[in-house]
């Protein structure tokens, strides 16, 4: 079955308190390949270039969800394709849905996502760790009670975040909650979180240690003593990430890979 023979229109207005912009999703599916592509006012636009890390006056940014924390099938944002596209490849995914599946009874529940307008060059070398980036986004772990769907773009408060080995490169994982979840329980930073939901930072992160560990048989996967960040060292992450994406986008930057950078808003 080709693209484009099976669509399905997947309407996900965020007015609900989550996001104060109006997006929706289609999803187009293939026979190995499944595409969800983020819409605004009937046109596709990419989840990595047009929504907006920042929201203005709020200590909240946005960040897009690509894996409902009840799916155990990777979903990832395609940085070569245009539009950028959250894609799900099925010959590609079978490994790692085995590796995945052996583990999930140590797996503690999260939405997990990226951080718009972000990306660590691949060439830039932390001076700490002595480990080269990840050419990616930030990955976000979404800790809020409701499952975000495939393409969902949610406000979200900064509470922390950790670092892990992946593929002898340093790649950051941020702890995020929903902006309604958060000022409800008034939970703004790890340790507020914590007092909530005792030890469940540190399985999280022991699960992403054992996920990381089969797969590049590496005896810790985890980084800077398995420490979590503080709100204000995480934000830190995020600008510099920020930067280095506004570097890339302008030129100033370039990518080993041939990525799809135009914005479509």
Partial sequence: MGFGKMLRFAVNYLSRGISKRCYNTLTET??????????????????WHDVPIWNDGAATINIVNEIPYKLNQKY??????????????????????????????????????????????SAFIDQKMNLCAEDDPLDVCELGEKEL??????????????????????????????????????????????????????RIMNWFNKYK??????????????????????LEVIRAANKTYAEL?????????????STSI
């Fill in 213 to 234: 560990m089969s797969q590049f048989s590496t005896s810790n996967a985890l980084l800077l003593d398995s420490k979590i960040l503080s709100v204000g060292e995480t």
């Fill in 30 to 47: 293939g026979k190995d390949i499944i595409k969800v592509y983020l819409m605004q006012n009937e046109k596709r636009i990419s989840p």
């Fill in 249 to 261: 986008i302008s030129g100033k930057r370039a990518a080993k890979d041939s990525f799809w950078l």
């Fill in 76 to 121: 990832a944002v395609s940085k070569n394709e245009q539009y950028n596209p959250i894609c799900y490849n099925l010959k590609k995914d079978l490994q790692n849905h085995t590796r995945r599946k052996t583990i999930k009874r140590e797996f503690t529940m999260f939405n997990y996502g990226m951080v718009p307008q972000t990306w660590y060059d």
């Fill in 149 to 202: 769907e495939i393409g969902e773009v949610c406000r979200a408060r900064v509470l922390g975040a950790f670092c892990v080995l992946d593929r002898n490169k340093f790649d950051w994982k941020i702890f995020m909650l929903n902006e309604v979840e958060a000022n409800a329980k008034k939970i703004f930073t790890a340790e507020d979180y914590e007092r909530h939901n005792p030890h469940k930072l540190e």
